[in-house]
């Protein structure tokens, strides 16, 4: 069972930490990621990060805003967000992934934590 955390209002150009930790999974033996979800819109994917933590992805449009981290010893995932946008406002899911290779598709995810909303105001 993943637990996300972390969101909030914020205002354009502002950052953020979320958070996401599981009781029952240790970090270092899988990939997890991001995604985020909007009213009326399919869950999107936002960053991924490899078992080891030295392989990262991102959507475009994060892209140099964004860093997906994971520390195992506490068994946690982040994202660090910073210069948040109004377009970046959604519910934000973590989430075990499956493969690597799959990292783009919401499918691949074997496990979701519960969301955390995220609005950034203008």
């Known amino acids: 069972q993943l637990q996300a955390s972390g969101g909030g209002l914020v205002q354009v150009g502002d950052s953020l930490r979320l958070s996401c930790t599981s009781s029952?999974?240790?970090?270092?033996?899988?990939?997890m990621a991001w995604f985020r979800q909007v009213p009326g819109k399919e869950r999107e994917f936002v960053a991924a990060?490899?078992?080891?933590?030295?392989?990262?992805h991102y959507t475009d449009s994060v892209k140099g805003r964004f860093t997906i981290s994971k520390d195992d010893g506490e068994n946690m995932l982040y994202p660090q967000m910073n210069s948040l946008k109004a377009e970046d406002t959604a519910v934000y899911y973590c989430?075990?992934?499956?493969?690597?290779?799959?990292?783009?598709?919401?499918?691949?995810?074997?496990?979701w934590g519960q969301g955390t909303q995220v609005t950034v105001s203008s």
């Open positions: 989430g075990i992934m499956n493969y690597l290779r799959n990292y783009q598709s919401s499918a691949n995810i074997i496990s």
């Open positions: 029952e999974r240790t970090f270092n033996t899988v990939g």
């Open positions: 990060i490899s078992r080891s933590g030295g392989i990262t």
